[in-house]
């Protein structure tokens, strides 16, 4: 979500005139784009503005915006604790960009816009200029780029204890499937093949604030995002697994070109922990849910999300995440240790967990994942993949990089190849993070 806000702003700022510079000493407008989802993303906001300050005082001119979910959580603290800070504005109010920058520079004041609105609807899609500069200074045209992320809604209804999504992104409201169809199709007829569809839950996309349905359910808009020619590959994030419908299980089989990956974050393997947390489900329906989606595509790469050390999680606890892990053995997992965040509910809760108990589960879990991951890796050796390809490997070896429809890194050695293009490739050896192979 954040990527997709940055690259709107970005558009936006090109529509005003604004081009993006690799040298930011030499830049008139720098944005921050923020996450407050985990406590050190908020501190590495407050370290980057510390070291702006100087860049401001030399150059007053400068105008200075924090976007995103701390300027929405910190709103005015954040100008007070950081002077340097000329525009402060949360998700909902990103649009006001360019009108807030030519504000800012008139009148030499602090703009805040972090209202939120229970009605708030996502503009409707407005295609960007013919040409967009890159950080390069290279004149490319908007979306040749070969995947773009595609905001379907936005805001989430379901107050996770530990979560501060509900109070900085607001409540869940989706976009109208006419207009989500035609951003994708104005893309691909840019280049565009692949489009991962983004919202804090895209499982109950299309529901009104009242519960009822409003557009079409997520399985249906997935089928009219698949009949769009030119899109080859279909994606989406993140998905609650308590909405997880078996129409939507059904569409792994159904839609060819709906990648076999799945993000669904699990957080705990323990259902005490998990009724804190108030994730609506048990272990024993997650790994229900789970296991549908293995029985109806064999080879989706299932991938999720872990808390530890959450407020009064016993060692009983962590070794039921534990024994999740060996169960479904995820493909991957973004772990994290608990952190307090303002105005969620488990800042109250007692019995919180010491941090180096918690960093010492982070690191037992850790391991354990990577083990997995590279077993499941392995699981590729000797297959062939399709794989589309992004670019040189980064490794600056001469090789090419892409992904498996299950959203694996291949590194291979190819002819010229162009971002986009589609090969085949055999798979040589499975390592932890990425696959090495040959093409087929």
């Known amino acids: 979500m954040n990527e997709r806000d940055s690259e709107i702003m970005g558009q936006l700022l090109a529509a005003a005139n604004y081009i993006p510079t690799g040298d930011i000493k030499q830049a008139d407008v ?31 001119s400068l105008i200075i915006s924090v976007a995103g979910c701390v300027a929405q959580q910190e709103a005015e603290r954040l100008q007070a604790r950081m002077p340097q800070v000329d ?30 609105s229970p009605n708030f609807a996502i503009p409707r899609y407005s295609p960007p200029s013919p040409a967009v500069i890159n950080k390069k200074g290279d004149d490319i045209e908007a979306g040749q780029f070969f995947k773009k992320f595609v905001t379907i809604m936005q805001g989430c209804n379901n107050f996770c204890t530990y979560c501060v999504v509900p109070y900085t992104r607001g409540r869940e ?50 089928k009219q995002v698949s009949a769009i020619d030119g899109i080859k590959r279909v994606r989406f994030t993140t998905s609650h697994p308590k909405d ?22 699990v957080q705990s393997g323990s259902n005490r922990i998990l009724k804190k947390m108030n994730r609506k489900y048990t272990i024993e329906q997650y790994l229900e849910k789970a296991d549908a989606l293995l029985q109806m595509r064999p080879d989706i790469a299932l991938t999720t999300d872990i808390i530890v050390g959450f407020p009064g999680e016993k ?90 429809m299950s959203n694996i890194i291949v590194n291979f050695e190819a002819p010229a190849l162009t971002p986009g293009q589609e090969v085949f490739v055999k798979i040589t050896e499975g390592l932890l993070h990425s696959l090495r ?4």
Do not use: W
């Open 315 to 404: 060692d009983e606890d962590f070794e039921a995440t534990l024994k999740l892990l060996e169960k479904i053995r995820f493909h991957g997992a973004f772990s994290f240790k608990y952190s307090d965040r303002p105005q969620a509910k488990s800042v109250g809760f007692d019995n919180k967990i010491d941090e180096h108990i918690k960093a010492e589960r982070l690191r037992i879990l850790q391991e354990r994942q990577n083990d997995i991951s590279l077993l499941r890796n392995k699981e590729y050796e000797g297959s062939v993949q399709l794989v589309m390809v992004e670019g040189k490997s980064k490794s600056g070896d001469g090789q090419y990089s892409g992904r498996t």
């Open 173 to 222: 409201t989706s976009r109208s499937p006419e207009d989500v169809i035609a951003e994708i199709s104005h893309h691909a007829r840019h280049g565009v093949k692949e489009v991962t569809l983004l919202g804090q839950n895209v499982n109950s996309y299309g529901v009104s604030s009242k519960g009822r349905l409003k557009y079409v359910p997520f399985p249906e808009l997935l």
């Open 437 to 440: 192979g040959i093409v087929a």
């Open 244 to 265: 997880l419908s078996p129409e939507l299980i059904k569409c792994f089989a159904a839609i060819e070109k709906l990648c076999p990956h799945f993000h669904l974050p």
């Open 87 to 116: 525009i402060v504005l949360g998700p909902q109010q990103i649009y006001k960009l360019p009108e807030l920058v030519a504000k800012a520079g008139k009148r030499g004041k602090l703009q805040l816009a972090v209202d939120q």
């Open 30 to 60: 720098i944005v921050i784009n923020t996450c407050s989802i985990r406590e050190k993303a908020e501190q590495k906001v407050y370290s980057l503005l510390g070291r702006l300050k100087n860049l401001k005082k030399n150059k007053p």
